[in-house]
C-alpha cells in the first residue's frame, strides 16, 4: 500500500517522465573516455634513457649543480603568468651544464624559461639545452 502511495506521488509531480522521455543518444560522455587508452609515455622514458640526453638521476649532488637547480626553479616557479606545466618542467644540471626538458603551454613560456636559465648559469660558465615541448 505504502509503494503504490510513493508511486502515485512521483507521477503526479512529474518526476517518473523525464526518465522515460530520456533520448538514446545521451549516452555519459565517461563511455567515450573508457574507450581511449590510457596515456603511455614509455617512448619518451626509453628515448630520454637510452638517446644519450641527461636524465635527473644522473644529476650529482654537487653543491654548485644544485644550487644551480634551485635557483632556477625558484626563478621559474616566482613567474605566475607561467602555467603550471612550466612551472612543473625538470630542470637537471650536470657539471655547470642545464637541461630543460617537459612540456609547456606556448613557445613564449618554453623561450622564457630558458631565457631564465641561461641568466641564472652565465653565457660563459654553462650551457643550457632547451628540450622543453609545447603541449598540444
Given amino acids: 500500500m505504502r509503494t503504490l502511495r510513493l508511486s502515485i506521488v512521483f507521477a503526479a509531480v512529474g518526476l517518473c517522465a523525464p526518465l522515460t ?5 545521451a549516452a555519459p560522455d565517461h ?8 596515456p603511455d ?3 619518451v622514458n626509453r628515448r630520454d634513457r637510452d638517446g644519450g640526453t641527461t636524465t635527473a638521476d644522473q644529476q650529482k649532488n654537487d653543491k654548485s649543480d ?4 634551485a635557483e632556477i626553479r ?10 603550471t606545466n ?5 630542470i637537471v644540471v650536470k657539471d655547470g651544464d642545464v637541461t630543460l626538458r617537459g612540456p609547456v603551454a606556448s613557445a613564449a613560456e618554453k623561450a622564457s ?3 631564465k636559465a641561461t641568466e641564472i648559469v652565465g653565457h660563459g660558465k654553462g650551457k643550457v639545452t632547451n628540450e622543453l615541448a609545447v603541449a598540444p
Fill in 41 to 43: 609515455n614509455t617512448a
Fill in 113 to 115: 624559461i630558458e631565457k
Fill in 21 to 25: 522521455a530520456m533520448p538514446a543518444q
Fill in 86 to 90: 612550466a612551472h612543473n618542467v625538470k
Fill in 66 to 69: 644544485l644550487d644551480i637547480t
Fill in 74 to 83: 625558484r626563478a621559474v616557479v616566482k613567474d605566475k603568468t607561467l602555467s
Fill in 31 to 38: 563511455d567515450k573516455a573508457a574507450a581511449r587508452p590510457a
